[in-house]
């Protein structure tokens, strides 16, 4: 027994050893930076909560974020609904159609929106030939541009559990609910919509943390004006050399997301396999 | 609800000329059927016999390709299952995994929209009746497979249904409760007198629970009637095989005449005259059907046979003969020790007891 | 078998039909865009031209980028594959509160905000002499990438049963040829798409590289970001399309060798 247990100590020390030094350790060491600004232990936390600058910026990401999760998931809805019922090549199709845009870089991607949604870009042309504006709309460098990009490559994160638990539902459930007298908005309300309900949860959680942290898109297809709160950290340390503010916006930014992981794994049950990308 | 008075409630329900196909796929063949008010019917025969097809139908979760299908005097051929007012019992239950029992068995009465004080005094009810009092806040995946059970036929029953369909409702179930719950679904019929279709591939739940069985093969029913019909008077020797044990000896029709046949059978090497099944022609292939506890042995004149097998069970003995041409039969009888293996033997039957039937 | 409206059908397919559109179309709009014969980019281009793939290989900037873009991935699959892979299989030999811990350190760099571990790591790399470096930025991507492979090689080692390596044990091969002959055939799918995974995770990957790359050893999606965020020409278009051809490429591959594992499998249905 005991050379099992060295086995298999052997087997997982060396990634153990790896993370340590390549992720806890940098992480702890970077944290560390926050509490020890020449102005004080939490003064660094001040400067953040203080300034109306960057009040704004953590609302805004805040803001993003939610906006964000409920257009991915009212988008996301059909799609695993239309997953859950399609068979055979539709699905195969269906299914690629998701998958195909999470294999592709996030950079690209953005980039693409970039091309579209510029001011003379096709997008803006196409809705003047429809006659639906006069003149070319402000689609990127704001919170619309920033909104459109992020739902776009978060829309896989939430349609894929959300099509697992559609999947799961047993169809006989609905049966014996439409033989008992239920109409069909009573079937939606008591039987099926509970039954996806942690899937679109999961989904939710899911979209909402990403997007929280993220940084690609919001800083090529926002800019200046709509910063968010990675974009701050990032310019903490690229424009300002102010590394404990980025310390302090980092631990700000990891705990909000360790807490809602927290109450999202309390709440629902998530599936790891959901992690799976 | 006063206890021993036998109620009848339920409509009839009647299959006219109904049939369902997918494609190609004839899952059912047109098919007449009337179910009488207050009856018990089985539809009793393979997978894939198209007894789940018919259930469905009746439902209303699948429509009928051609056909019509009645409740009492209505047409519901094209009616959703949530108007029919029946209640279903499916295989495994189909329970609501986010709902207690309570709420399992309410659903029907909140969806009709039913006073709650109403719904609470019919639910507690029913969980009585199917002796579930106090698991009414259980969750449903807490129950055993009996527990579950029963409260799925609580939650069918609580709407009153017109009809009461059960599909396979105890093949989940270990062989000693299949036993009492098959039991307890008699007393409850026996008090309640409700219409019910119950699907089945067990022949002796069938014999024990209905008024009348339904044997089906590949999508049509072969034959209706009540046990002893079935058992007595196969109109094949499909239904012959699957209701009971039985001997089918090849023969061959040469001439009928009031109900009788004159019949060659060549393994036992002599013909015969024996009563026949309704529509056979002569000619046609047919067997001679005899059951195991109806072959006598050591009667006198008979056919030599050879005791080739002994299988003791119990109080009854299964002897397994061979002819001189080779083929074998089987014969049931008291358990006693006079024979072994190799004791040759002459076997025979009452004339009543063989019967012609097609193949 | 549930009888749908006809209305609602095709509410929820046309429905899904456009979100799906919207997925899948503006990824293809940089096709167009890296074949455009003017200097700008304009949608649709009024003139076609492959001179910006030209331009693209021409200059050392992105052909250095290229290379230590695959340099980087190779690196970051080679390191992440092995670590994953031989964590996998301790992982399923303990249990209870050291299995969970472990897991989740191991998940732990796909939970925290990349800017977070991007502006850790870059602040350790500084220190130890690591940042700019091709083998820095390999192993940032490494352990990016791990997570991936853990779940994937843990994924395939489910269906190995323990009794098959009893089993070769019990035969007489020692834990190298139980491994070899027994684990290893079984979770080959798990590898594949843990090594197609890594790989891709590192060659797309920009925040980490941004903070990581310095001047020397700029990576693909480095030059890129760099360039859209000055002035950009076509030539991003055409690496824009050679990053979905290298992504498409081996996601098909390993689509295509791990038929048996993928996730095209539709769950399995309850019994009808």
């Known amino acids: 027994m005991a050379r099992y247990r060295v086995e298999t100590a052997c087997l997982l020390a060396p990634a153990v050893l790896f993370l340590l030094l390549l992720f806890v350790v940098p992480l702890a060491r970077l944290f560390s930076l926050a509490f020890t600004d020449e102005g004080g232990v939490f003064a660094t936390f001040g400067v953040l909560a203080e300034s109306e600058v960057y009040r704004r910026v953590m609302l805004n990401t805040f803001v993003v974020a939610l906006a964000v999760t409920l257009i991915t998931v009212l988008l996301a809805w059909p799609v695993a609904y239309a997953l859950s019922r399609l068979k055979g090549f539709w699905f195969a199709l269906a299914l690629y159609g998701v998958l195909f845009p999470f294999w592709i870089s996030v950079l690209v991607r953005t980039f693409s929106w970039m091309i579209l949604l510029e001011r003379n870009g096709p997008i803006n042309r196409l809705l003047q030939g429809l006659g639906v504006t006069d003149q070319p709309l402000a689609l990127l460098f704001n919170d619309t541009g920033v909104m459109i990009g992020m739902v776009h490559v978060l829309l896989p994160y939430a349609i894929m559990p959300l099509y697992a638990a559609m999947a799961r539902v047993d169809r006989r459930l609905l049966l014996a609910s439409d033989g008992l007298g239920a109409g069909l908005l009573d079937t939606f309300a008591r039987v099926y919509f509970p039954l996806v309900l942690p899937g679109l949860l999961g989904g939710a959680t899911f979209v909402f943390l990403l997007s929280l942290g993220f940084f690609i898109t919001p800083a090529l297809l926002g800019g200046a004006n709509a910063i968010t709160l990675s974009m701050l950290i990032a310019s903490f340390v690229t424009d300002r050399l102010a590394w404990s503010l980025a310390a302090a916006g980092s631990l700000v930014l990891l705990l909000v997301v360790l807490a809602l992981l927290a109450v999202a794994a309390r709440l629902l049950p998530l599936d790891k396999g959901m992690f799976a990308r | ?215 089906m093969r590949d999508g049509r029913i072969e034959q209706v009637g009540s046990a002893g019909d079935l058992y007595d008077r196969p109109v094949n020797a499909f239904v012959a095989g699957f209701i009971g044990e039985s001997n089918l000896l090849p023969a061959r029709v040469t001439a009928i005449a009031g109900g009788q046949a004159q019949a060659e059978v060549d393994v036992l090497g002599r013909s015969l005259t024996a009563a026949v099944a309704p529509g056979l022609q002569p000619g046609q292939p047919a067997a001679l059907l ?69 193949t | 078998m549930t009888r749908q409206p006809l209305w609602l059908s095709i509410l929820a397919h046309g429905g899904a039909g456009l979100v799906l559109a919207f997925l899948v179309l503006p990824i293809v709009a940089v096709l167009p865009a890296s074949v455009n014969k003017a200097s700008f980019i304009f949608l649709p281009p009024r003139a076609y031209s492959t001179r910006w793939y030209g331009e693209f290989f021409l200059d050392s900037e992105w052909r250095s980028a290229l290379s230590t873009s ?66 820095g930025l390999g192993l940032s991507h490494a352990m990016l990438a791990l997570p991936f492979v853990v779940i994937n090689v843990g994924i395939a080692l489910r269906t190995v049963d323990d009794n098959w390596l009893r089993a070769a044990a019990g035969l007489g091969a020692g834990p190298w040829t139980v491994f070899r002959t027994v684990t290893l055939p079984n979770i080959t799918p798990g590898l594949v798409g843990g090594a197609v995974f890594s790989f891709i995770t590192s060659f797309d990957e920009v925040v980490v590289a941004v903070f990581m790359a310095g001047y020397a050893n700029k990576t693909l999606p480095v030059k890129i970001w760099e360039s859209i965020r000055l002035e950009y020409t076509p030539v991003v278009a055409v690496a824009a399309v050679l990053m979905i051809l290298l992504a498409m490429l081996l996601f098909g591959g390993a689509q295509a060798l791990g038929r048996g594992q993928s996730i095209l499998k539709k769950s399995e249905q309850p019994q009808a």
Not at chain 2, 324 to 351: C, F, N, Y
Not at chain 3, 118 to 128: E, F, G, K, M
């Open chain 3, 70 to 135: 695959l340099q980087v991935a190779l690196i970051a699959t080679v390191v992440a594959l092995v670590l994953g892979t031989v964590s996998a299989i301790g992982l399923r030999r303990i249990r209870g509160r050291w299995h969970s811990l472990l897991t989740g350190l191991f998940l732990a760099p796909m939970i925290v905000p990349v800017i977070v571990t991007a502006v850790a790591v870059y602040r350790s790399a500084l220190d130890v002499g690591l940042a700019g470096t091709v083998l």
């Open chain 2, 290 to 358: 005899i059951r195991p506890e109806h072959v006598l042995v050591g009667e006198e004149p008979g056919v030599t046979a050879e005791v080739a097998e002994i299988v003791y069970l119990g109080e009854l003995t299964a002897l397994n003969l061979r002819l001189e041409s080779g083929a074998t039969l089987w014969a049931r009888r008291i358990t006693s020790h006079d024979l072994r293996r190799g004791t040759r033997v002459t076997i025979g039957w009452k004339q009543e007891h063989a019967r012609i039937v097609p």
């Open chain 2, 1 to 215: 609800m006063t206890p021993g008075a036998v109620q009848q409630s339920g409509l009839s329900l009647r299959f006219a000329g109904a049939a369902k196909s997918y494609g190609d796929v004839e899952a059912l063949k047109p098919t007449d059927l009337t179910i009488a008010a207050g009856e018990f019917l089985t539809l009793l025969g393979p997978s894939g016999s198209g007894k789940t097809t018919l259930l469905n139908l009746a439902a209303g979760y699948q429509e009928p390709s051609a056909g019509r299908i009645f409740i009492g005097a209505r047409d519901v051929t094209h009616l959703p299952a949530r108007h029919r007012n029946i209640g279903m019992v499916f295989q495994n239950y189909a329970l609501f995994p986010h709902m207690s029992v309570v709420d399992n068995v309410a659903y029907g009465l909140k969806v009709r929209r039913l006073a709650r004080s109403e719904i609470a005094r019919r639910v507690e009810a029913v969980l009585r009746l199917v002796h579930l009092e106090g698991y009414g806040q259980r969750g449903v995946q807490q129950l055993s497979g009996g527990q579950q059970q029963r409260v799925a036929l609580a939650r069918a029953l609580v709407i009153e249904p017109d009809v009461l369909l059960m599909d396979e409702p105890l093949g989940a179930l270990d062989k000693q409760l299949r036993r009492s719950v098959q039991l307890e679904l008699r007393r409850l019929h026996e008090e309640h007198r409700r219409t019910t279709i119950y699907v089945t591939h067990d022949q002796e739940e069938a014999l024990v629970l209905s008024d009348r069985v339904a044997v």
